[in-house]
Each structure stands twice: as C-alpha cells, then as structure tokens.
C-alpha cells in the first residue's frame, strides 16, 4: 500500500461547477500538506500549504485536512477551463523531511 | 525573481550514457532537492543538498549523485543510464527555514 493514494482520473466537470479533489494518507507522522498544480510539460506550481489540520482559503480555492481520518480535500469553485491540469498532494512529517506524493489528480474542465 | 532555472529543458541519451542536469535556485534559497517524475506519476525524492552537502537521499541507487556549489546551484548526475531513467526531472529550491518549496519546470530525460 502507498503512503499516500489519489484517485488519477480523470476528472471531468464543466465550467462554473464545484470541484473536489482527495488524498488519503496511512503516515499518522505527516504535518504539512500541500496542493500542488502541474499543466502538461511543466513543473509543479504551489496551489495551498496546510500545517496540521483545518481549512485554509485562498481566493477560489479552499484546502482541508482531517488529521483524524488520514483525509485531505481541495476544493475548487467556479471552475474555470484554465484549472484544467493535474492536481498533485504531497505531505512531509516535518519542514526538513522529504515530501510524499500521491500520483495526481487529472482535470478537466469543459467549456 | 527568474524563479527556479534547469537546464537542458530536453535531453536524448542512450542506454549506458551519462547525464548531467543543472539547477539554479530561487534568489535567497540555499536548499535544492531533485526529483524524479515518472509519467502519469507523482515525483520520487532523489536527494537533497544544503550547505553543499548530501543531507536527505531518497530510494535512488548510487548511479544518482549530485553537487551543490557555493552559489547554492546544483548538478544531478546519473551514470549508466538505463530506459527506466526516462522521466521528468525536477528541481525544488527553499529557504532552510522555510516550509515551502519551489519548483522549476524540470528537465525531459529520454533514454534510447
């Protein structure tokens, strides 16, 4: 089993809808969590980072974290076709520790 | 702020070759991790340098080495290479007390 698991899609939503992205995790250790957005050919660009549990909103986008079910959401709303791209977590036990992955969401948003 | 820099943006090798990749960091970073990325995978963590020195290696053989400079940039070098070294190769820079890390747009690594 992976440390962290992520559904790859796709996901495919038209534009205006409410999108919701998940990862859970087995490592109880894992304090931050991030969203990551990579478009095809490009490197990963921080969406949301997230220490211990709770929610953060940042414009259209909300990230939470359910320490207690091993869980993590995004969430996207009003869904625009410029959101469309992969959607990586990741989740380290502490600043200096490496980060864990899950394998990246892909989405679609249609006109 | 240019950002995190990597060169070549593509490379072509062949099965045995060695490759050298090159990472400048975010101005006021002095940390550089690599990744490797797989397609339609998440990144692996290769290894991480501060101070010009190894501090975190990730499940990567001895064939994946690296080197910081004084200026904080940073090679990854792999020895003979094998078709499964295909892949994506990121470079992520921070600030050592920082919690968050920066990537560049990665170099396409294809092995013949």
């Known amino acids: 089993q992976k440390e962290v698991e992520q559904d790859p899609g796709p996901l495919s939503v038209p534009e205006g809808a409410i999108v919701s992205l998940n990862c859970t995790y087995s490592n109880s250790a894992f304090q931050y969590f991030m969203w990551y957005r990579q478009y095809s050919r490009k490197g990963p660009e921080l969406l949301m980072y997230t220490y211990s549990s709770g929610n953060k909103e940042d414009g259209r986008f909300t990230a939470q974290v359910d320490k207690s079910s091993k869980y993590i959401s995004l969430f996207i709303r009003d869904s625009q076709p410029s959101d469309s791209a992969t959607y990586l977590c990741a989740m380290s036990a502490g600043a200096n520790y490496q980060l864990i992955w899950g394998a990246g969401t892909k989405l679609i948003i249609k006109p | 702020d240019a950002g995190v820099t990597q060169s070549p943006t593509h490379l072509i090798k062949t099965r045995g070759q060695q490759v050298t990749l090159r990472c400048s960091p975010k101005s006021g970073h002095d940390t550089v991790s690599w990744y490797q990325q797989a397609l339609g995978q998440g990144p692996q963590f290769i290894f991480q340098y501060y101070e010009e020195e190894e501090r975190q290696r990730g499940n990567f053989p001895d064939r994946f080495s690296g080197h910081q400079f004084p200026n904080y940039s940073s090679e990854l070098n792999v020895n003979a290479l094998l078709l499964g070294d295909s892949a994506l190769y990121l470079c992520?820079?921070?600030?050592?007390?920082?919690?968050?890390?920066?990537f560049g747009p990665g170099t396409r690594l294809l092995v013949l």
């Open positions: 992520a820079s921070r600030w050592t007390g920082g919690e968050t890390q920066y």
